[in-house]
């Protein structure tokens, strides 16, 4: 999950990098940067992550 705050505070930034938050981006932000986010962690993913259940 990618938190999109419009907050400039430190606190707020960190609180929402909380789990299960993956990352947390400060508006404004170009649609352009954050879809490229967006697909950073798809494919990280669907490269690296694994559930329980997934085989080997």
Request: proline residues 11%; glycine residues 4%; charged residues 25%.
């Given at each position: ?25 400060q508006k404004p932000v170009e649609p352009e940067a ?23």
């Amino acid at each position: 999950m990618i938190v999109l705050t419009s907050s400039p505070s430190e606190e707020d930034l960190a609180r929402s990098s909380d789990p299960p938050a993956n990352a947390s981006v400060q508006k404004p932000v170009e649609p352009e940067a954050f879809i490229e986010l967006g697909r950073s962690f798809e494919d990280c993913s669907l490269t690296f992550v694994r559930f329980p259940g997934d085989a080997s």
